[in-house]
């Protein structure tokens, strides 16, 4: 729907921002039919349209495919988490030292649940996807939740909730963060993994978008936004440029469903320096405007 441009057309609305509500942004680049925008208040980056949460919980639950499928897409993903894993986990646990129960969002098939419980941890998991959330139950022993974690009532609180490379995916970022909050015990550790973006991010500085099943991006100041409207305050920040996950011997380990790719990743894995040139190449021609940020967030003291 249009509103009156005052010359006798119409222009179209914009968008709300997802996270602020409010309709100041200018769009970035075009993308497999979708635009990106930028939202001037919170910095958000977001697609355009939008997809509806039903729309994107129904592409999620759907059983798609026969079961031969489904086992081959499930051990290459639990593949490249133990690939992300063996590079990121020690860098989440140090801040669960302390912890006795957590709660990860998005746990695919498990991996993580399997080291959490390991170090001693009452780990529980939530991954709307039946098929992974079945194999992160078999492997972890550990409740799985099929229900989106904003519709979660255990009536329990967890010292630690995890929303590691899920947050561009689950379309109600102000009902998630509200979620998260309920969830969270009083001196409990939000930790998040995720995109962070300049505002001039262009097209060409990502080598593959996946829209819309990304549907928004963190800001440089995004989550400062997060904190001063839902109550919490950064305990730690570290931003890792976009080229070392990007170009990560995590990455190329871990096997995907294209076989030629799979090939190449093997290749360049054999050559020397193969990667530190790839990082460097990027640095060079695009570095600087994206960033791999771990935040570690916990609730204000009322």
């Given at each position: 729907m249009g509103i009156p441009s005052g010359r006798g057309g119409l222009v179209l609305a914009r968008p709300k921002c997802p996270l602020c509500g409010t309709q100041d942004s200018e769009k970035r680049f075009v993308e497999n039919g979708y635009g990106v925008l930028r939202c001037n208040r919170c910095e958000l980056l977001f697609i355009d349209p939008y997809p509806s949460e039903t729309e994107v919980r129904d592409s999620v639950t759907?059983?798609?495919?026969?079961?031969?499928?489904?086992?081959?897409?499930?051990?290459?993903?639990?593949?490249?988490?133990?690939?992300?894993?063996?590079?990121?986990?020690?860098?989440?646990?140090?801040?669960?030292?302390?912890?006795?129960s957590l709660l990860e969002v998005g746990c695919g098939t498990g991996r993580l649940l399997e080291l959490m419980r390991d170090a001693g941890l009452r780990a529980e998991g939530v991954e709307l996807d039946p098929w992974r959330a079945e194999a992160a139950r078999s492997r972890s022993g550990c409740t799985v939740h099929v229900a989106p974690v904003e519709e979660l009532h255990?009536?329990?609180?967890?010292?630690?909730i995890t929303l590691i490379n899920v947050l561009s995916h689950i379309p109600s970022l102000t009902d998630l963060i509200d979620a998260v909050k309920r969830l969270l015990s009083d001196r409990g550790k939000l930790i998040v993994i995720a995109g962070e973006m300049r505002g001039d991010v262009e097209r060409g500085d990502a080598l593959h978008w996946a829209l819309p099943i990304h549907m928004h991006f963190l800001g440089f100041s995004t989550i400062e936004h997060i904190c001063s409207q839902f109550g919490f305050r950064i305990l730690h920040r570290e931003r890792t440029p976009y080229s070392k996950s990007l170009f990560s011997e995590a990455r190329f380990k871990a096997p995907g469903r294209s076989r030629v790719r799979n090939l190449i990743k093997g290749l360049v894995l054999r050559?020397?320096?193969?990667?530190?040139?790839?990082?460097?190449?990027?640095?060079?021609?695009?570095?600087?405007?994206?960033?791999?940020?771990?935040?570690?967030?916990?609730?204000?003291?009322a």
């Open positions: 759907s059983e798609k495919g026969i079961a031969e499928d489904q086992t081959a897409a499930l051990q290459a993903r639990y593949a490249a988490e133990v690939a992300f894993f063996n590079e990121n986990f020690e860098a989440i646990f140090i801040h669960c030292v302390g912890a006795k255990t009536g329990r609180k967890f010292d630690v050559l020397p320096f193969a990667l530190r040139l790839l990082r460097w190449n990027y640095d060079r021609k695009r570095g600087g405007r994206v960033y791999t940020s771990l935040v570690v967030l916990t609730k204000e003291e």
